[in-house]
């Protein structure tokens, strides 16, 4: 069994420099508050969605491309519908090279190093757009596999494998870093961050942004 604090030393408690990092497209947090007004986009029937994109190089020349897609919808709840804003972070190479084999080839010290540059940038990105907009939920997966049909065989969850436990101890050591406050909720193949403080008066969202009562 892999113990975390064993993985806490292995990774010198997720202290590890991230690679430098930079946004290659996609809208800030004022650009998307004001495209949900636009009525070319019907987000009453369709909601409205964006993807931020950023890039990274590897000391081995590896560039990776972590995107961020956010998404506004109305949810239906029993007969009720409520707004929700979520974002989903996935990662790949450029080149779309296996991200899992490549992280199985290289050396463990660029595996955490890679861990640690898409979790700074998360916390960045985070910290940016919960200025404007409350979020309901962030998903992050490990890794997505290639094959989709190991993710209904329990003996492959990727949260509770070596990797999905680095990136337990990233996220959570990182947290302290966003301006307000979430936890991590850990699902067999992937982690939620949600936010502990609640949504700001009776949350409304006029498609100009978030309106306080």
Same mark, same amino acid.
């Given at each position: 069994?892999?113990?975390?604090?064993?993985?806490?030393?292995?990774?010198?408690?997720?202290?590890?420099?991230?690679?430098?990092?930079?946004?290659?497209?996609?809208?800030?947090?004022?650009?998307?508050?004001?495209?949900? %007004? %636009?009525?070319?986009?019907?987000?009453?029937?369709?909601?409205?969605?964006?993807?931020?994109?950023?890039?990274?190089?590897?000391?081995?020349?590896?560039?990776?491309?972590?995107?961020?897609?956010?998404?506004?919808?109305?949810?239906?709840?029993?007969?009720?519908?409520?707004?929700?804003?979520?974002?989903?972070?996935?990662?790949?190479?450029?080149?779309?090279?296996?991200?899992?084999?490549?992280?199985?080839?290289?050396?463990?010290?660029?595996?955490?190093?890679?861990?640690?540059?898409?979790?700074?940038?998360? $916390?960045?990105?985070?910290?940016?757009?919960?200025?404007?907009?409350?979020?309901?939920? $962030?998903? $992050?997966?490990?890794?997505?596999?290639?094959?989709?049909?190991?993710?209904?065989?329990?003996?492959?969850?990727?949260?509770? %494998?070596?990797?999905?436990?680095?990136?337990?101890?990233?996220?959570?050591?990182?947290?302290?870093?966003?301006?307000?406050?979430?936890?991590?909720?850990?699902?067999? %193949?992937?982690?939620?961050?949600?936010?502990?403080?609640?949504?700001?008066?009776?949350?409304?969202?006029?498609?100009?942004?978030?309106?306080?009562?």
């Amino acid at each position: 069994m892999i113990k975390l604090k064993d993985i806490l030393q292995e990774v010198g408690e997720a202290n590890i420099k991230p690679f430098a990092w930079r946004k290659t497209s996609g809208e800030t947090p004022q650009q998307f508050k004001s495209n949900m %007004n %636009n009525p070319a986009f019907e987000v009453d029937l369709y909601g409205h969605d964006t993807i931020d994109s950023y890039e990274f190089t590897t000391d081995k020349g590896t560039r990776y491309r972590v995107d961020i897609q956010i998404e506004y919808y109305m949810q239906k709840v029993g007969i009720t519908e409520n707004p929700h804003l979520e974002a989903e972070v996935d990662f790949t190479t450029v080149d779309d090279q296996s991200v899992s084999q490549i992280m199985t080839a290289t050396n463990l010290h660029e595996q955490y190093a890679v861990m640690s540059t898409i979790t700074d940038i998360v $916390i960045s990105w985070l910290n940016e757009w919960d200025k404007t907009l409350y979020f309901d939920l $962030i998903k $992050i997966d490990p890794i997505e596999d290639d094959d989709k049909r190991m993710d209904y065989d329990p003996r492959n969850r990727r949260t509770q %494998n070596k990797r999905g436990k680095l990136y337990i101890v990233y996220l959570q050591k990182q947290l302290s870093k966003l301006n307000k406050q979430y936890e991590i909720q850990v699902k067999p %193949n992937w982690f939620n961050i949600v936010p502990t403080y609640p949504k700001p008066g009776d949350v409304k969202y006029d498609f100009t942004g978030i309106v306080d009562k």
